[in-house]
């Protein structure tokens, strides 16, 4: 027996950190060369932010089998809570690397909160209430911050429903201004934080996956039944796929939160969380590595197209390139003519690690 | 239909729940249930069900196409709730349980129309069967901590050893949705034996199979019971399964127990042979 022979699992998972890194050093030597165009470099940090929604997006719906539809909503529970983090210990901290960091840890655990608020009532019921219900908490979360006003004085955190209400000291300071969103962030993402997440997201996603917990996540989206008729209990794992899946949404939020110096509610709407849904889907279902390329691709084209001259043919490239991404991650033949001209490609065993 | 219902006086004396009263039941029977029933709308599928099974015993579940035979199985293992009646297993009540809690108590089973975990392997849907046998937490898989790297280590070896009993070892990898019928049936075997049960419950274990295929199963149904000392339960339509190596039966019929006894008192049972024999007729 050969003993050091790789799984096709973990294969998988290390060529995924392999592109990741190859994908970070190229752009790190092209951004020192001044080699990217401005409208580029300020899509390093969302697109960033956006693999890390579409491959924990996977988690729910490729992974698990639920349909989810509020993913935004995680995203904007992060954004907001980071920003807010960011904010309220900007005196005491003032390492913004470490500032960042406790802002999207921050911004993770709210997600996951809001995860488990969200889970443990719905998961344990059969059907597909988890999509509408997700559905709701988008539309919920985004009214919900469009009314609230955050402020910060020597006292501490205000928290109201209007601009007066906040009864600040003279010198306080309003972060999050109701529907205008929070305003005046300091800006503290960077390329390298976004490049870090990603690592850290793909290596929880890939590693639970491929662990004892994942095995039974998986299990319980092949056969129900027979998952239970094993011992496995249903609602755990479902929570347990659901609320990593939220809490990575929450970290990405943070991070896409501190690039901007102003965000709205509304960036985290519906159309928002089904633009990651596609992304996942045209990925390929339960397929990590086709959710991280949809989701790059299909976030940075529509914006290079623009800065071609091409520019008119810009939506019907789009749309041929959405289809070329669909039929590379979900036909088996391509698949099949692909692992041939690949030879290492991995062999059966399942559609879930890619 | 009034000709084929059973009244009380047709019935088959049944003295002891036992299939085999002499049989030696240890401390405590793995499974007794008395009474056991349920209704769907104005059907009763099973009614009155007593049954006792020792605890290296194999036992066998006949009857008629639709007499309950599977239905039995999902009281057995929660999949429905009893209406009526109560299940001990081991000794353990098992009112209020989940099919899921009832695994981990001892019982585990395979299904009439098969369910696999048809995307992932064969080795993997072994190891699911392992789920609660290699137990690191969360925490543990994803910083891939020692325990995660011992327990995985022991539940492959595990598996492999597992699937010898079928000499599938050379399947490992291979998607378990895409192999024969025949092997797919003793996958479910396998992993359900994963568990570790106590009881095992196996639905039609030989359907779709051909006659060799049977007669290897025959054999490796009677080896497992030996090896891993456990009883079994099998709901068959191929008599010579039956009679072959079950050491007790008991016959349904629309949804009442209408005999139990070894092979050759099943056999030469008047009221068993006019269920099969009426059922002929009228099919
Ligand atoms: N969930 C259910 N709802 C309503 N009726 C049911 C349900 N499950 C089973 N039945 C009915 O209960 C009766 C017994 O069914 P069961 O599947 O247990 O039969 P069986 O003995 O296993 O038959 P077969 O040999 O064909 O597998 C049938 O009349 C069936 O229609
Ligand atoms: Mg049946």
Redesign the pocket.
């Known amino acids: 027996m050969k003993k050091r022979s790789m799984s096709p699992a973990s294969r998988s998972a290390f060529i995924n950190y392999g592109i990741v890194i190859v994908a970070y050093v190229v752009i790190q030597i092209l951004l020192g060369q001044g080699a990217l165009s401005n409208t580029l470099q300020s899509l390093l940090v969302p697109v960033c932010c956006y693999i890390v929604m579409a491959v924990s997006l996977n988690l729910t719906v490729g992974v698990l089998g639920e349909l989810s539809l509020g993913h935004a909503g995680f995203m904007s529970l992060g954004a907001f809570s980071g920003i807010i983090v960011s904010f309220a210990l900007q005196d005491v901290i003032t390492l913004a690397p470490l500032r960042l960091v406790i802002a999207i840890v921050v911004g993770a655990i709210i997600g996951g909160i809001g995860g488990v608020l969200i889970g443990v009532p719905v998961l344990r019921l059969r059907g597909d209430y988890l999509a509408i219900v997700t559905l709701a908490f988008g539309e919920i979360i985004k009214n919900v911050i469009m009314v609230l006003y955050v402020g910060l004085d020597e006292e501490g955190l205000h928290f109201a429903t209007s601009q007066s209400n906040l009864k600040m000291a003279y010198e306080g300071v309003a972060i999050i201004k109701g529907p205008m969103g929070a305003v005046g962030v300091t800006r503290l993402a960077t390329f390298t934080a976004g490049f870090i997440l990603v690592l850290v997201t793909l290596i929880i996603v890939q590693n639970l996956v491929n662990s004892r917990s994942g095995r039974a996540i998986l299990a319980l989206r092949d056969n129900r039944i027979a998952a239970e008729s094993v011992g496995i209990s249903v609602t755990k794992y479902k929570l347990m796929a659901f609320v990593t899946s939220a809490a990575l949404a929450g970290a990405a939020g943070a991070l896409f939160g501190l690039n901007y110096s102003s965000t709205m509610a509304t960036r985290f709407d519906f159309n928002t969380s089904i633009l990651i849904l596609v992304f996942v889907v045209l990925g390929g279902l339960g397929s990590i590595r086709g959710s991280m390329i949809a989701a790059a691709l299909l976030y940075i084209l529509p914006e290079m197209l623009r800065s071609f001259a091409i520019s008119e043919y810009r939506m019907l490239i789009y749309a041929i390139i959405l289809i070329l991404v669909m039929l590379f991650t979900n036909n088996p033949k391509l698949k099949e003519l692909i692992a041939k001209i690949v030879p290492k490609g991995k062999k059966k065993g399942g559609e879930v690690n890619g | 239909m009034a000709k084929f219902h059973f009244e009380k006086g047709h019935m088959v004396p049944v003295p002891s729940h036992s299939i085999i009263p002499e049989r030696d039941l240890g401390s405590a029977p793995v499974l007794e249930c008395s009474h056991l029933g349920i209704q ?2 104005g ?1 009763k ?2 009614d009155d069900f007593n049954l006792t099974i020792g605890r290296t015993e194999i036992a066998g579940l006949i ?12 009281l057995l293992t929660k999949v ?1 709730q009893p209406t009526m009646g109560t299940i001990l297993l081991n000794g353990q009540d098992t009112s209020g349980k989940t099919t899921a809690q009832i695994n981990r108590m001892g019982i585990a089973r395979t299904f ?1 129309n098969i369910r696999l975990f048809n995307n992932l392997s064969v080795e993997d849907n072994v190891k699911i069967g392992l789920h609660n046998h290699n137990r690191y937490s969360m925490a543990s898989g994803v910083l891939r901590l020692p325990s995660y790297w011992k327990q995985e280590k022991a539940a492959h070896e595990r598996a492999m050893e597992l699937l010898s009993i079928f000499h599938m070892e050379d399947l490992a990898n291979h998607q378990a949705g895409s192999l024969p019928y025949g092997a797919q049936r003793r996958l479910e075997i396998v992993r359900a034996l994963a568990t570790d049960p106590s009881l095992l419950l196996l ?2 274990p030989a359907a779709g199979m051909n006659p060799s295929e049977t007669a290897e199963l025959m054999e490796n149904i009677v080896k497992i019971r030996d090896t891993f000392q456990i009883a079994v339960m099998l ?1 068959e ?1 191929d008599m010579n399964l039956v009679m072959g190596i079950c050491e007790g039966i008991c016959v ?1 019929n629309f ?1 009442r127990v209408i005999a139990k006894g070894t092979s050759k008192e099943i056999q030469e049972n008047p009221a068993v042979i006019e269920a099969y024999l009426g059922r002929r007729k009228e099919g």
């Open positions: 769907f709308g059907l599928a099973v009857g008629p196409n639709g007499a309950g035979k599977t239905t039995v199985f999902n429905y009439q639905d039609e709901i339509h349904l949804g």
